[in-house]
Every structure is written in C-alpha cells, then in structure tokens.
C-alpha cells in the first residue's frame, strides 16, 4: 500500500506570498491528484497530473516520478486560498485497484490579509 | 459540470439506529466511492463500485454495506450506528478505467456529517 506524506501540516502566510506544498509517496503510481477543501466540506479536484507540470490560473502542480514527489505552489496567495489541500495517488495497477486513491493526511492552509 | 449530490449535509442519529446515506451523480459515471474523514486521519474508502450490483470493499468496510440498484444513485448503509461512526461521509464518481487502466478524476459531493449520539 502507498504511504503519501505531505508536508507542512500546517501553513499560515501573509496575502501575496508564494506558497508550496509538498507531497512524497512510497510506491510507483499512475497519476497524483491535488484537490481543495473549503470549510464546509466539499472537495474540488485541482489537477491531475502523471508527468511534468500543469498550471491553472496561480496554481501550479509539479510532480518528479523518479523522486516519487509532487509539489503544489501558489503564486500571489490570497485569503481566498486558504483552505486544506490534499494529496492524493493512484496505483499503477490496472483493474479494480487501479480506481483506488490514497489520500494524504492534508495541509490547512491559512493566508491573512 | 459533474453534479455529486448527497441527501444531508448534517444528520443526527441514535445508536443502534440504521443509517441510509444517500447520492446521486448526473454524468452517467460508472464509479462511485464512498469515504470517512475524520482529523488526522486524512479521506478513507469504505466502498466503491464500478457497476450497478458491483461492490468492493475498501480500506475500513466493517460497520457499512452499500447498494447500487441504479447507475446514478450508490447507497451508504450504517446498520446499527455506533458513536466511533461519527465522522464526515464523502461520496464521489469518475468514469470507468478498469480497461485502459487510465486515470480519471473522482468528482466529490458536498459531505454529509453525521453525528451518532
């Protein structure tokens, strides 16, 4: 089973910072997946990546396969930010297993005016 | 947009109480999943499906059984509720990979909170 740390467990930074996230993960995978929890609840995926980079709006999520480590940075940060990212990685299994994510434990992520 | 919807955003429930969780998905998924999230512990599957009738237990399955009678609707069923299934209850969908093996995003409901007392 994938054991997915993410790291810091907590982040709180002043409006306009760039922030990064990390994510490392112990077995091979087939893709990673960044997603954002506002309070309240709802989860909303952010990316999906297997290789290189992916950028949307001041969001970008990097991922290195041969160092088995993801990173997810926010450029201009602003209190709207702030919110729990998670981590998460699917297996390199083909079938059933290979819809299974492993979540990471999350980074609450605080951003202050 | 992909719509993931659940029947509660809050419920309250006695133990020994049967429990039915309930959602329902719009874009004709194959896969649905159910979670727990409880603090420090991160998002955990109980179960998911990949068909209608098709169920495999996930990570932490003991407590729970579920139903998938039709394609858009995958049932959460605590049998008698105890107070350590308190906890936040998150439903998704993606399109079926079982094939390919390619990845597809999980689209997330809003989470239920259930409060067994």
């Known amino acids: 089973k994938n054991e997915v740390e993410q790291s810091p467990q907590n982040l709180t930074a002043q409006e306009g910072e760039f922030i990064t996230i990390n994510c490392s993960y112990s077995?091979?995978?087939?893709?990673l997946h960044w997603l954002q929890q506002h309070p309240g609840g709802g989860i909303v995926s952010l990316f999906m990546?297997?290789?290189g980079k992916k950028k949307h709006g001041r969001l970008i999520a990097t991922i290195n396969i041969q160092e088995k480590h993801s990173s997810l940075h926010i450029t201009a940060s602003h209190p709207r930010d702030s919110a729990v990212y998670i981590c998460?990685?699917?297996?390199?299994?083909?079938?059933?297993?290979?819809?299974?994510?492993?979540f990471g434990k999350g980074t609450k992520l605080s951003v202050i005016p | 947009d992909v719509k993931v919807t659940q029947s509660s955003r809050y419920l309250v429930k006695r133990t020994g109480e049967k429990v039915f969780l309930e959602c329902v998905q719009d874009?004709?998924?194959?896969?649905m999943f159910w979670y727990r999230q409880d603090p420090g512990l991160g998002l955990r599957l109980i179960y998911f499906?990949?068909?209608?009738?098709?169920?495999e237990k996930g990570d932490i399955p003991e407590g729970y059984s579920v139903s998938r009678e039709k394609k858009e609707r995958f049932s959460l069923i605590l049998e008698s509720a105890s107070t350590n299934q308190t906890s936040m209850y998150l439903c998704?969908?993606?399109?079926?990979?079982?094939?390919?093996?390619?990845?597809?995003?999980?689209?997330f409901g809003p989470g239920t909170r259930l409060t067994v007392t």
């Open positions: 990546l297997s290789s």
């Open positions: 998460a990685v699917r297996s390199g299994v083909k079938g059933a297993g290979s819809y299974q994510l492993t």
């Open positions: 499906s990949y068909d209608v009738k098709m169920k």
């Open positions: 998704a969908s993606s399109l079926f990979a079982i094939i390919s093996g390619r990845p597809y995003e999980q689209y």
């Open positions: 077995v091979g995978i087939s893709a």
């Open positions: 874009m004709d998924h194959e896969n």
